[in-house]
């Protein structure tokens, strides 16, 4: 009997069977018991960034070969893995990214970031990207799940996006906002061939006249965090020391908030992350 070659999926046939083994709730949505697996075609495209549409065509294979930015944007609303992301890419057409950024968060991390509730944590992609993120983090800076695309990155929404809700020292948000800058050319010198990385960086050229200054102007220094003034709608005025902590293995960060013990602050803040609150709302990333 001959027996021919077996032949490596499609594009589309893979991305499609990634997308239904997906077994983690989208951020900022209620769960619900779901008739079938799997993240929805809507989920997967405002996570990535892409119209349904297109990414419709793509899991038909009715569109052209996608790029290597948007292979890269679904690899990472897919929380694929080294070797995963390297066979979407192949399957792609693509040569597999070298030395990328890391955007795939350990267990140990998700846990710490479920546990440590009373304080606002996130982790972000050495390119700012917003991964996971508490209760308290919204009730302190607002939902983030109803972030979509770009404007989950930080960088991008600093650059982008109208002023937040919360009003934050603008001394501080200057000099909050040159650290990300000088951080993320770190990134970009350390991670020359992860093609999302250098999308973000050519589209924020494009469209922040701001961004472009700052590229030029800031010294590459990795970001150690800050102390920020803010005045909640809900909670008042609040000092919170903003801390970095390196996650082992990987470029990964996580950020922590937290005010000095004892101080009024302190108690602004616990009342404004305790279970049912009016700024707490149950939506980790």
């Known amino acids: 009997m001959v027996t021919g070659q077996v032949r490596a999926p499609s594009f589309g046939t893979l991305l499609r069977g990634l997308r ?52 890269a944007a679904l690899s990472r609303a897919l929380r694929l893995g080294a070797e995963e992301s390297a066979l979407l890419h192949r399957a792609a057409g693509l040569a597999p990214a070298t030395g990328s950024v890391t955007r795939v968060v350990p267990d140990s991390i998700e846990r710490m970031v479920t546990r440590l509730r009373q304080w606002p944590v996130a982790v972000y992609s050495a390119d700012w990207w917003l991964l996971r993120w508490n209760p308290a983090w919204t009730a302190l800076l607002g939902d983030s799940g109803a972030l979509h695309g770009r404007a989950r990155n930080v960088v991008w929404f600093e650059m982008t996006q109208p002023d937040p809700d919360v009003w934050i020292d603008p001394r501080e948000d200057d000099m909050f906002r040159d650290a990300i800058v000088g951080d993320l050319r770190v990134a970009y010198l350390e991670h ?55 996650a082992p293995g990987c470029d990964l960060r996580m950020i922590v908030y937290s005010p000095a013990p004892g101080t009024d602050d302190a108690d602004r803040l616990a009342r404004l992350t305790a279970p049912g609150a009016p700024g707490e709302r149950d939506t980790a990333g």
Request: hydrophobic fraction near 40%.
């Open 20 to 71: 239904d083994r997906c077994d983690f709730q989208p951020p900022g949505t209620v769960a619900t018991t779901r008739r079938a697996p799997g993240l929805r075609r809507e989920e997967l495209a405002l996570l990535a960034g892409v119209s349904v549409d297109y990414l419709v065509q793509l899991e038909q294979g009715r569109a052209a070969r996608p790029s290597a930015p948007v292979v």
């Open 192 to 246: 020359p061939d992860d093609a999302e990385l250098a999308d973000l960086v050519t589209a924020l050229h494009e469209v922040s006249p701001e961004f472009a200054e700052r590229w030029t102007a800031a010294r590459p220094a990795r970001y150690r965090g800050l102390r920020k003034h803010v005045d909640h709608p809900v909670a008042g005025p609040l000092v919170l020391d903003g801390d970095i902590f390196q």
